[in-house]
């Protein structure tokens, strides 16, 4: 006797509440499948299912192995998707949801590498808006977010660190001056979301771990231009209009190409980390693991930001003897998650 098979046989039965049903769903004959269950009551010495003309019921016996044998199932596909996906080529069809400005600066340009690694994966990619939870609709949800991961049935892996940087075209900063402090920033046009009303800057640590640097808040101003879409401030940064705070994978290519400058490199606005996340651990199909596991490739997979190392700007860690101004505390960076 196949135990394995008549585990799911009767479960299949209990589940359908029928012989009848569970036979069709199998694609096997009735007959088969109540010897089945006959055999394994046989094998175990026990009455699993009491049987009448119009209904099945669980025998007391039935409903305790019934909890064990659908653990032992799942166990079993569960251990059957894992070497599935360690062995199989990956393939399919994959839905990904991204912030629209990580997918258009970042994602874009290191698809065609995926494609050509993995040429029988075609994505999806959904870029709605913000992204700062796992989204089950999806295969994998890229966040971005400034605080730590809340718990919960699924797993997210560390793509990168991003910093928020004040950047401006040449051209601006030749016709309005390169500010060396903050305390300077009010004499220069800004772009800003139009829910914020004062700008707070962030100056590095000593060290990792460290005391915290010094903390300035400018006061509240009009900005030149009011706007959530963060292409449209690039865009406008770009042209010369102003100053704008920027994420520092928006700004890579153009700090590169010195079509922008990063302004005040010891300070930032905000930190955020980037995460590929699953929306679980059970039967990840290879092509969902062959993604996020690019992804971690391409960016890093640590807690820094390769954008501004590999744009020559990374903020600098200043040495012990530099002065500390203040001691205001600055928002910590979120926990890494395995």
Request: overall charge neutral.
């Amino acid at each position: 006797m196949d135990r394995l098979h008549s585990m799911r046989v009767f479960a299949r039965v209990v589940e359908q509440g029928s012989f009848a049903a569970a036979a069709r769903g199998l694609n096997l004959s009735p007959a088969v499948v109540t010897r089945l269950v006959a055999d394994l009551e046989e094998h175990l010495g026990a009455r699993l299912i009491n049987r009448t003309t119009r209904r099945l019921a669980l025998t007391d016996t039935g409903e305790l192995y019934l909890e064990r044998v659908k653990q032992i199932l799942t166990e079993v596909e569960e251990a059957e998707a894992l070497a599935s996906a360690a062995t199989s080529e990956p393939r399919g069809h994959l839905r990904v949801l991204a912030p629209p400005a990580f997918a258009v600066h970042q994602l874009a340009k290191h698809l065609p590498r995926f494609r050509a690694q993995y040429p029988r994966v075609t994505l999806e990619l959904s870029v709605p808006g913000p992204v700062e939870s796992v989204d089950e609709n999806f295969d994998v949800s890229i966040l971005q977010v400034g605080r730590p991961l809340a718990d919960g049935d699924f797993v997210a892996r560390l793509l990168a660190r991003s910093e928020v940087i004040m950047c401006a075209s040449p051209a601006y900063l030749d016709q309005r001056g390169r500010p060396t402090h903050p305390s300077e920033m009010p004499e220069h046009e800004a772009m800003l979301p139009p829910f914020i009303r004062e700008i707070t800057l962030y100056r590095a640590p000593l060290t990792d771990g460290g005391p915290p640097g010094e903390v300035v808040t400018l006061p509240p101003r009009r900005a030149v231009l009011s706007t959530v879409h963060i292409d449209t401030m690039y865009a406008a940064a770009l042209h010369g209009l102003g100053v704008a705070g920027l994420p520092s994978f928006v700004v890579e290519d153009a700090l590169l190409e010195n079509a922008l400058e990063r302004l005040l490199p010891e300070w930032h606005l905000l930190t955020a980390s980037v995460y590929a996340a699953m929306p679980t651990r059970k039967h990840v199909p290879a092509r969902t693991r062959a993604f996020v596991d690019f992804l971690v490739r391409a960016f890093g997979g640590r807690d820094e930001d390769p954008w501004l190392l590999a744009a020559g700007c990374a903020t600098p860690r200043r040495s012990a003897s530099a002065p500390v101004v203040a001691a205001a505390p600055v928002p910590s960076d979120p926990v890494k998650v395995p």
